[in-house]
């Protein structure tokens, strides 16, 4: 069995664990803009993703590194700067979340993939989680 190291925005300089961790799992995309409390529209946003992604993926340069979307709530992700889409639901769990949010904001989806791509571009080991 593999183990999968799994982020959520810490900040690493070398490998966690290199003879323990066989690949990065996950980095969650919430995680990330929650961290700075923006939203993926913002460039500040995008640059601070994409210096973590190229960062973790330089590390890991060798194994797969898989990044998840992000999966915000409508709570979460109306209370980030930057923000131009707002959902009120009676249960922030259900509804516009997750991949029904982008699709839902377009806009939002498109500056994170564009995001991905370009530290792809670099680092062929990244790859993509999406969740319904």
Known sequence: MQNQLA???ERIDEKVYPQLFHHVGMIRGEYLVREIGQNILLKSCQRFVKDYLATICLLYSDE???YRFSELTNAEA???DGT???FD???PLFGYRGTRRLLAC???FQAEAHVVT???Q???NLSVIFLL
Do not use: A, M, Q
């Open 118 to 120: 370009e530290v792809y």
């Open 122 to 124: 670099t680092n062929p």
């Open 78 to 80: 109306n209370s980030l």
């Open 7 to 9: 982020l959520s925005g």
């Open 89 to 91: 639901e009676r249960h």
């Open 64 to 66: 797969e590194v898989w």
């Open 84 to 86: 131009k889409e707002y």
């Open 106 to 108: 377009p806009d939002e």
